[in-house]
RNA sequence: CGGGGUGUGGCGAAGCUUGGUAUCGCGCUUGGUUCGGGACCAAGAGGCCCCGGGUUCGAAUCCCGGCACUCCGACCA
């Protein structure tokens, strides 16, 4: 009876279906639920709660370098969206349009943002006018809307909540940095707070985003050894302000074009930290995020004084600065233990009679389940250890499958073999030919993740076509 | 968008071939006993059988058309 059970909560192993895998978690761990619409999720609490634990910190980064939030409206006119050729040619096949209002036929048809370059733009162009007026550096939280073909949850949503920063700046020196500075922001946030290790780099032609010059990139490598593009940040020259005519007076008198960036991070990231971290019991969630980080889970909690004490120790532990909660609900210990460390909590104490006896209490991490008796005098200070530990140890084995995964090749035929036998990043010497980025697509099956910033000599020709190569670049099959 | 799979109380499934008004496990409610790795007993509640048409005296079941989820591919600015 009790094996019945078992199987009916199971979450899919992730050796045998990781795809079921995945979905079971984001809905077995009550991130998600599917809506009636295809392509629209609702996030439930617990899965709002790591956006917004994720908000709360990439929002104070993007304030301490000057950042102020902005809110644009969230409807495109279609001649404001055509108004650069590239970027429209990119996202009208993906926009949803609005085309009545109430009953009456709109004049002109309406696109839901799918992104807001145009809108800011537009915007610019009114408030722009002196080199005093710059640099703008603004930032929206919104969601955006793209009528994808396939929807997965976090992964790839019709409508999704995520940042985008917009920034305008007098010189291309000063854009090109606001470029890389922020895209270093998603960098650390990632490894620092996520303990997800990051390769940054360049985006090639063929995958920069529509109308940018640049476009950065931070790539993770997930469980099943896939990348996931996970922030970008893009340099656009002054190619949008001379479409929607944005000039300043610079210092010298003379009218000028100002640099622009464009940065941005979405709910996608919660797919990633998933895929990163998580394990046949479900979510592992990294502390420094995780919505509950120590959860309480008082053992025969009907003899006296187990629940006082039980919540006396969570109340010291908020007290202490720890997102902390007590399950007090009528659930037999066994049943909370299983179903927190599919929630991903990082900590578990367990506190019983006999730990109140002993004065003590039993820590057990989720990553590797680990039991340390810890004295109750102890606990602050050993939960704020452990949950340091834990960021460490998930950083560390992550670090780890990206670089066993990661694979120098020399030749197509090599990568084609890596690829098919382990699946992982191949990088390789390339010449910087889309001819050869296509050619290693439709034989190897993998599309160019970026050109690394930090880049190794691995040859001096190109793995594809052996003529003389310009960089490394990596390879691999992307979400 | 092409190919495959799925859709039955909250969840997982059986029933469909051969039409007769729905079954099981889990969960849920109430009461009691339990409580250190998904406890047990008893009594209950809960179903537009994905949606819309059609065939039929009668459809979860047969036929047609949609929709959603899912996997594989293409696409993903």
């Not at 930032?139 to 995520?162: D, G, I």
């Not at 620092?192 to 390769?199: D, E, F, N, S, T």
């Not at 010059?213 to 490598?221: L, R």
């Not at 995780?290 to 969570?314: S, Y």
Request: proline share 4%; charged share 30%.
């Amino acid at each position: 009876m009790a094996q019945d059970k078992k199987q009916v909560e199971q979450i899919t192993d992730m050796e045998t279906d990781f795809a079921k895998w995945y979905t079971d978690v984001c809905t077995k761990a009550e991130l998600i639920d599917y809506s009636s619409v295809k392509g629209l999720f609702i996030l439930r609490p617990y899965g709002y709660a790591l956006w917004e634990n994720i908000q709360k910190e990439l929002d104070a980064r993007f304030k301490e370098d000057g950042h102020e939030n902005v809110y644009l409206p969230m409807l495109i006119p279609e001649s404001l969206l055509q108004k650069e050729k590239d970027h429209v040619k990119g996202f009208a096949p993906e926009c949803a349009w609005v085309t009545h209002g109430g009953n009456e036929k709109l004049e002109e048809r309406l696109c839901i943002r799918p992104t807001s370059e145009t809108l800011f733009c537009e915007h610019y162009a009114n408030i722009i006018h002196s080199w005093r007026d710059l640099p703008k550096l603004y930032n929206q939280w919104c969601s955006v809307l793209r009528w994808e073909k396939t929807s997965r949850p976090f992964l790839r949503h019709r409508e999704f909540l995520w940042q985008e920063g917009h920034t305008m700046h007098a010189t291309a020196e000063e854009a090109i940095a606001e470029t890389r500075q922020q895209l270093e922001v998603y960098a650390d946030f990632c490894e620092k707070i996520l303990a997800m290790p990051v390769v940054r780099g360049v985006k090639t032609d063929k995958e920069k985003f529509s109308g940018a010059e640049d476009t950065y990139t931070i790539e993770c490598m997930m469980h099943d050894r896939k990348a996931l593009q996970s922030g970008t940040s893009h340099y656009f020259g002054d190619g949008f302000a001379r479409a929607f005519d944005i000039t300043f007076t610079d210092k010298e008198n003379k009218q000028a074009y100002p640099h622009q960036t464009s940065w941005g991070l979405s709910t996608r990231i919660i797919g990633g930290i998933i895929m990163t971290h998580g394990d046949n019991s479900g979510l592992v969630l990294p502390p420094r995020i995780a919505p509950t980080q120590v959860m309480v889970i008082p053992v025969a909690q009907h003899k006296e004084g187990v629940l006082e004490a039980a919540d006396a120790l969570r109340a010291r532990l908020a007290v202490a600065g720890v997102r902390v909660k007590m399950d007090s609900s009528e659930q037999s210990p066994g049943w909370k233990f299983a179903e927190h460390e599919m929630k991903g909590v990082p900590l578990r104490i367990e506190l019983g009679p006999k730990d109140i006896e002993n004065k003590q209490c039993v820590i057990v991490r989720r990553d590797n389940r680990e039991k340390i008796f810890v004295s109750l005098d102890e606990v602050e200070t050993k939960v704020a250890t452990l949950l340091n530990e834990i960021h460490d140890a998930l950083y560390d084995k992550a670090l780890k499958n990206l670089n066993d995964n990661t694979y120098a090749c020399t030749s197509l035929e090599e990568v084609k073999e890596k690829m098919e036998a382990c699946g992982g990043f191949a990088k390789t010497m390339w010449c910087g030919d889309l001819q050869c980025e296509l050619r290693m697509k439709e034989e190897a099956g993998v599309s160019s993740r970026c050109i690394p910033f930090q880049q190794e000599h691995l040859g001096d020709t190109c793995a594809i076509c052996g003529k003389p190569a310009k960089k490394m670049i990596y390879w691999g099959v992307a979400y």
